[in-house]
T-cell receptor
Framework: RKEVEQDPGPFNVPEGATVAFNCTYS??????FFWYRQDCRKEPKLLMS???SGNEDGRFTAQLNRASQYISLLIRDSKLSDSATYLC?????????????FGSGTRLSIRP | DAGITQSPRHKVTETGTPVTLRCHQT?????MYWYRQDPGHGLRLIHY???????DKGEVSDGYSVSRSKTEDFLLTLESATSSQTSVYFC??????????FGPGTRLTVT
């Protein structure tokens, strides 16, 4: 089982729709969680950090469910410019250091 | 945007040749990372550094070595490139080993 798993999609939704992605993680000791956005042939860019019970930034809301070990990203009133791949990332603590493990990403396509 | 550059941005090389990729940062961040990204695998950590001359292996380190002689530079070397190392390589930096900021990537093709 992968340490961080995402539905690869693609999600194809109309402009203005609300869309949600989930990301599950296997290490219950994980402390920090992140969502990144990656446009085609570009580098990942940090979208949101997810701490404690979650947070909101404009149209984007991230939630953390520690009991079920997943994080979610909700995008409201989606725009054409939201089309991208969304990567979740989880901080995992090993014996010598902590590392960020990335999911494989969920592709989102917004249609007019 | 964080000040991270990677060079070269594109490279085509032949099997068996050595290749060095460079990551340069102007943020004075402590941590630096090398990832490779392949379809179906997402981002996989190759090596990382937690200070000058302090490096450690990631999950896919075989065939790669790194060096960090200055805070701002982190080099990734493929001693003898193989076709399986054809990939997009991203460098990332972070201050607290949490939020990471990525460079623009290097597309490497090994023929």
């Amino acid at each position: 089982r992968k340490e961080v798993e995402q539905d690869p999609g693609p999600f194809n939704v109309p402009e203005g729709a609300t869309v949600a992605f989930n990301c599950t993680y296997s290490n219950s000791a994980s402390q920090s969680f992140f969502w990144y956005r990656q446009d085609c042939r570009k580098e990942p860019k940090l979208l949101m950090s997810v701490y404690s019970s979650g947070n909101e930034d404009g149209r984007f809301t991230a939630q953390l469910n520690r009991a079920s070990q997943y994080i979610s990203l909700l995008i409201r009133d989606s725009k054409l410019s939201d089309s991208a791949t969304y990567l979740c990332a989880v901080n995992v603590r090993y014996s010598s250091a902590s590392k960020i493990i990335f999911g494989s990403g969920t592709r989102l396509s917004i249609r007019p | 945007d964080a000040g991270i550059t990677q060079s070269p941005r594109h490279k085509v090389t032949e099997t068996g040749t050595p290749v060095t990729l460079r990551c340069h940062q102007t943020e004075n961040h402590r941590y630096m990372y090398w990832y490779r990204q392949d379809p179906g695998h997402g981002l996989r950590l190759i090596h990382y550094s937690y200070g000058v001359k302090d490096t450690d292996k990631g999950e896919v380190s075989d065939g790669y070595s790194v060096s960090r002689s200055k805070t701002e530079d982190f080099l990734l070397t493929l001693e003898s490139a193989t076709s399986s190392q054809t990939s997009v390589y991203f460098c990332a930096i972070s201050e607290r080993a949490y939020e990471q900021y990525f460079g623009p990537g290097t597309r490497l093709t090994v023929t």
